[in-house]
């Protein structure tokens, strides 16, 4: 299996369907561990901490990275910041976490739907990449 740096070097960035698009029209399986009329957060494939959730938008928008946002893309990005927040304490990571979003080829992004991971559950270390 490639790893995460080379399956982002790998993938053009676009603003075609994704695998996030599947999983929010329930057309294959995730573990999901919230959900709102906004937003939807499941666990990871491929944890790379103990807890490692990606929080999405259900609808996408052309906001495929957080260098595509745009101002009204403010309310989303706000919610899903403040969904990492609420995971996390659900999640009970009382004692911290970290959130990731990563933009670009150079920023490993792999799936062009902006998302945010949410990691906790050990001791992070820095510089973080």
Known sequence: MASEKEAALATAPSDAPTIFDKIIKKEIPANVVYEDDKVLAFRDIAPQAPTHILIIPKVKDGLTGLSKAEERNIEILGHLLYTAKLVAKQ??????FRVVIND???GCQSVYHIHVHLLGGRQMNWPPG
């Open 91 to 96: 999640e009970g990571l009382e004692d911290g």
């Open 104 to 106: 670009g080829p150079q």
